[in-house]
């Protein structure tokens, strides 16, 4: 984003908040039918995937979150000191940490809600 020193967001942010709107609005959908006589033969069913991707929408928007802190502690990381070989050794830690802790859980907490 131009001229800050905000990192933009990353990939698994920008899949989980979008992830997190789709299952809003079947959430939102799925909640349209709650009480309508027309809709009867499905209400439990309904019931459900709504209470499912409201679950599912909280838990991506999380993830989104998550992805955020993380494209925020790598820059931190690499701007830590290598002056000593302490330092460059937490430096490297730190580095090897941060670009690890991408969360490909987006992926799975969608996959673990299929299976829910």
Do not use: C, F, W
Request: aromatic residues 2%; charged residues 20%; without cysteine.
């Amino acid at each position: 984003m131009g001229g800050t020193s905000t990192p933009p967001p990353g990939v698994g942010s920008v899949a989980a908040s979008v992830g997190a709107l789709a299952a809003a609005l079947t959430q939102m959908v799925a909640g349209l039918t709650n009480g309508r006589a027309k809709y009867a033969h499905v209400a439990e069913e309904m019931r459900i995937v709504a209470h499912r991707a409201g679950s599912l929408a909280v838990a991506l928007t999380a993830l989104a979150e998550r992805d955020a802190s993380v494209l925020e502690a790598l820059p931190a990381a690499y701007k830590q000191s290598k002056g000593t070989d302490e330092a460059a050794s937490s430096r490297s830690v730190a580095i090897e940490r941060n670009s690890t802790r991408r969360p490909g859980a987006a992926a799975r907490a969608v996959t673990a809600a299929e299976h829910a």
